[in-house]
């Protein structure tokens, strides 16, 4: 399965590998299409998923999604679409049309915005029973925002992991099937919306990674043990010397 560091692989669990492997979600953060083939290349073989983001999706389009997807990789376009009810409805149509498996909304937008995400999708399948239905996640805070920038700048009031789970209760009456948050806000997401509620962490980074502009961080070990589903990382792989040992060495930590 994997094509580097073989003799080491075939001594470990490789169940264990792929199921951690699959919870983790790559994010393709690079500026086009040519530069995310590089890097596909560079983590052949390892069963995770694959993120699309803004940057990325601007950049390459449809038409990569449907490579990836081509290639048999899991994929979460990470669009966060943020809209007039109708206008998300459609967006969350034609994404689904797309194939994507998972995808995004900000909570932000209120319930009438996220329902409308799934109503969406839903009719997507109607149209077109071959499509599976993706998992449809809402944004809760970034983990770029602290407490200050949260209540001086957005204007919400309080500790960020309040309005975190606030969100994430409208998320799940909404019908969604889980959110967006920071790894430190898994555990009261959990208690609050259920087990079975989907948390997708970013702000994962290793020891003695640099933070870069996130502020609400762990590593991938203590995340998973916060009971998170899915980790998300883009830096600490896609801009290290060698991309491949520094995802395997992340999904070692998370099995």
């Not at 007039?84 to 998972?102: M, Q």
């Not at 932000?108 to 109503?119: Q, W």
């Not at 109607?126 to 920038?149: F, N, Y």
């Not at 998320?171 to 959110?179: E, I, K, M």
Request: charged share 25%; aromatic share 4%; with cysteine.
């Amino acid at each position: 399965m994997l094509r580097s560091r073989k003799h080491e692989w075939r001594r470990a669990d490789l169940r264990s590998f792929e199921e951690a492997a699959g919870k983790l979600i790559v994010g393709l953060d690079v500026p086009d299409a040519e530069q995310a083939r590089k890097l596909l290349k560079e983590l052949e073989g390892i069963p995770c998923f694959m993120k699309v983001g803004l940057q990325l999706f601007y950049a390459a389009g449809p038409e990569l999604i449907r490579e990836l997807k081509q290639r048999g990789y899991s994929v979460f376009l990470d669009v966060k679409m943020h809209d007039i009810p109708n206008t998300v409805r459609g967006g969350a149509n034609s994404v689904t049309k797309l194939g994507v498996d998972l995808f995004n909304v900000h909570a932000a937008g209120g319930l009438d915005m996220m329902k409308a995400a799934k109503e969406g999708a839903l009719a997507a399948l109607e149209a077109d029973p071959s499509l599976a239905m993706p998992k449809i996640i809402a944004v809760t805070q970034l983990t770029s925002t602290s407490k200050q920038v949260m209540n001086e700048q957005i204007g919400i009031p309080g500790e960020v992991e309040a309005s975190v789970v606030h969100y994430a209760d409208l998320a799940r009456s909404a019908g969604l099937d889980g959110v967006v948050a920071s790894p430190l806000e898994v555990t009261a997401i959990k208690e609050k919306c259920g087990q079975a509620f989907l948390t997708v962490t970013p702000g994962i980074r290793p020891a003695n990674s640099p933070k870069g502009d996130q502020t609400r961080t762990l590593t991938p070990g203590e995340a998973m043990a916060q009971g998170t589903d899915y980790i998300v990382v883009a830096r600490p792989i896609i801009a290290a010397p060698n991309p491949r040992e520094a995802a395997e060495t992340i999904i070692k930590e998370m099995m």
